[in-house]
């Protein structure tokens, strides 16, 4: 009986996939406005910051799934005349490599969704898989994330909550703190399985939004599609 008291261990704990999590990077460099609003023109570079996370989708290639509003931006381009944008990601090594966008699509609540696939060649790492079951409103959930930029390669802040539940065709209701940088995330279950990504945060940083399951299914799928029956994805395809 005191053997049996003594060595039981009721803590929850997972194995998160440490190796698999990227920081990235998403730099606008702003070359030169129209005349007639140089005055205004914020030329220069300009880099933000979000989360991603390496997603088992197309075989022998490393996608990075990460928010939509991370890899692109929008662009006044009635004022800027001369603009480019890169995105980069930084693995657990502290290693920087040039990712290029596949996908990027933006929240419309009528089932896109704000999410982004990258496709990271000289990344060479397995990733996580989708889960096949969209998550239950009560279920623990977690994400390896860098809100506020946090990140000291391998380690990064892991955060835990739990979901309340579907908003619309596209979000969902998650309680895991987030504050800017966590953009991004992929959310996981405690199998390690992604149900979607994070990319809003509230005032009360314990209210966040994330991709429900099922848009999140279709822009996976989509992804995907476009790989589908091709034989060279040296280079990413053009996107819609």
């Known amino acids: ?114 999410m982004c696939a990258l496709w990271v060649p000289t990344l060479r790492q397995s990733g996580v898989d989708f889960s096949m079951f969209p998550p239950r409103p009560g279920q623990e959930v977690y994400y390896l994330g860098s809100p506020a930029g946090i990140y000291h390669p391998p380690v990064m802040p892991i955060l835990t909550g739990l979901y309340s539940g579907p908003i619309d065709a596209s979000n969902a209701m998650v309680g895991v703190p987030a504050v800017g940088g966590s953009s991004g995330s992929v959310i996981l279950d405690m199998n390690n399985k992604m149900v979607g990504v994070l990319w809003a945060a509230h005032n009360f940083h314990h209210v966040t939004i994330m991709t429900n399951w099922h848009a999140s299914a279709l822009f996976l799928y989509e992804v995907v599609q476009m790989y589908t029956g091709k034989t060279d994805i040296n280079l990413p395809l053009i996107r819609n």
């Open 1 to 114: 009986m005191i053997f049996s008291c003594t060595t039981i261990n009721l803590a929850r704990k997972v194995d998160p996939p440490i190796k698999s999590y990227v920081k990235v990077l998403h730099t606008v460099k702003i070359a030169e406005c129209l005349p007639k609003f140089q005055n205004m023109c914020p030329k220069g570079e300009f880099v933000s910051m979000g989360s991603g996370m390496v997603v088992n989708m197309i075989e022998d290639q490393t996608i990075v799934i990460t928010a939509g509003h991370v890899c692109e931006s929008e662009i006044d381009e009635e004022r800027i005349s001369q603009h480019s944008q890169e995105v980069s990601v930084v693995d657990f090594r502290g290693n920087q490599h040039q990712a290029h966008v596949i996908k990027a699509t933006h929240d419309n609540g009528m089932g896109s969704v704000d």
